[in-house]
């Protein structure tokens, strides 16, 4: 089973929730962190790390001995990434989506795959609980074409050994966010009860219903705000599967890295009916066997 | 043929140069012999997702002229500029498409080694 | 004209409770929201809109199901997975897809249209603070930077408009295409950070880019009484960077009770904590530049 730990909002407690939910698991299961902008999980499981490698993208490189300057690659490009103009033919990878439009279209067949370096995917283990995670290059601008690499090591990983996955997906709703939650089998909306918190789930919210996948909420820092947020969980019948109450000794363990299902046996306690009510809520899964987006 | 390409909000010479390349309104294209010009819309860059300035550029390198005067140039627009012979002149907003051309006819406008804007 | 950005990197740490404060504290300016993906400032601000446009940018495939021949040459092709059979035939997943157009290109039958993808919307508004320009992209909608830079550029013809000295922006949260886009041509980048390991984590990230794109860079320290040890190791790397600290503020429920009702920190009765915010601001004219 994969479970990704989601919310419009930053800064809600996705990598809290996804920290504690891994550490009290009964059973294999691996932490992933696809929040590759700002990877944050290995701050809280401080896993060793076994192995890592440079994730790299396709990009277009040109034979000019080759090129007749037809413009075909340049006209199909949706992302300017070659350009052909006079007797000119230029390459831009950092613009590129590696789509294979170029190399397929060249009727000279003079382009041919190059790289772009995405960012590092490393792995390895803190204690019981596996990890794996993604690092965006800082100046690189798309986060899911290293997601998807990611995402495909996770599938290598799990058919290889078995067991569950808890997904750190970034915040928001737009396709990062999207990309982290898509291939999963539950969803978690991690929020605060404060006016920000409501706004941005209910984005979340329109954002991923359309993906059909049963979707739980947490609610961290319960107390603060006010109750709009439990209303509109009531209304479309999303099941609040969690509380965390709003403590400053909570916030001052977070502020030390600390994982805050160990805080205390009633957070414990929380975490463990959590991850209770996650596999209640997933239903067998038919994914689809088609390449990753 | 001396003919240069100046990013314009309009049409005319009147017009104010557009500080913009990738996005901007369009390009005058004046014949610095005749001061006869050429219009081209730019709207088909300005509607990209990405790229706007090397749509540009191609568009300004198929109208076949030797130089380029706008306010600021990104750097991906001024390599596909260089890469297609174009000299750039910067910093001239502020000014009409007229002015820049006197400008650039009497020497005044310094010819750009870099793009004086950051990418994106 | 001053264009300032705050950022944070980490998400959660105050970003758009500050800017909203900073929006009220500031003269003559035009206020921006560049969190498009989740943007929360029309929250404090309410705003009136005044103008409304749809905002469209790059394309999604379409495959025609009366044209399609079932030949599959597109979901080969599909370097995205975005393209599925349906039993009918092949259809294309709006989700997944890239809006490359290599299965438009390639298809034997031309049966897929390539429509211009509607992304969001944009709004310029009245609020009790001035004008705001903002936005909202659609659920899941790819968030390219290119609303970003419309919404800037609105900014700032806006300002130009009426005189305005300072275009004031709320950033979005990482370092991807949204805050690259938000950083081009700001005077100065504000980054809110908060004493926990992730918020040091990412605000050197976030640095990081900033020194990548060449762009001043100033930090501000928010709930900083919640572990002062890591306030001062943020401190340590700010001053070994050369990166000002502008304020240390502390954890201060009044933010939340300000955002309940719907106002910025500095409309409720003073504080320490509304003060060390109006020294913040203050320093962050000077930075800039603007005429105290």
Redesign the interface.
Known sequence: MIVAVASGKGGTGKTTVAASLATIWDGPVLGVDLDVEEPNLHLFLHPAIAGSEIAHMTVPTVDEAKCTYCGACSELCQFKAISVFNQVILTFPEMCHSCGGCMAICPEKAISPGQRELGEISWGRAGGVGFLAGRLRIGEAMSPPLMRRVKARLEQMLAAAGGDAIIDAPPGVSCPAVNAVMDSEVILLVTEPTPFGVYDFKLAWEAFTPLGKPMGAVINRAGLGNDAIYRFCQEKGLPILAEIPYDRAIAEAYSRGRIIADLSPGLKETFVTLRDKIRDLAKPSQPRAAAHA | MNRIAVTSEGPSLDDQVDPRFG?AAGFVVVDLETMETQYIDNGQSQ??????G??A??LV??AGVSCLLTGSVGP?AF??LA??GIKVGQNLEGLTVREAVARFKSGQVEIAQAAN???? | MREIIIISGKGGTGKTSLTGAFAHLARNKVICDLDVDAPDLHLLLQPAKERSEEFYSGHEAQIDGEICDGCGLCATMCQFGAIWENGAGFAVDPVRCEGCKVCVAFCPVAAIRFPERHCGQWYISATRFGPLVHAQLFPGAENSGRLVMVLKQQARELAKARGAGLVLCDGAPGIGCPVISSLSGAHLAVAVTEPTPSGRHDLERVAGLCRHFQTALAVIINKYDLNPDETARIEVFCHDESYPVLARLPHDPRVTRAMVQGLVVTELPESDFSRELGHAWSRIEALAGLKG
């Open positions: 996005r509607v990209m997702a990405q790229g706007a090397i749509q550029a191609e390198a198929r991906k390599q596909a890469a297609a804007r950051a990418g994106r």
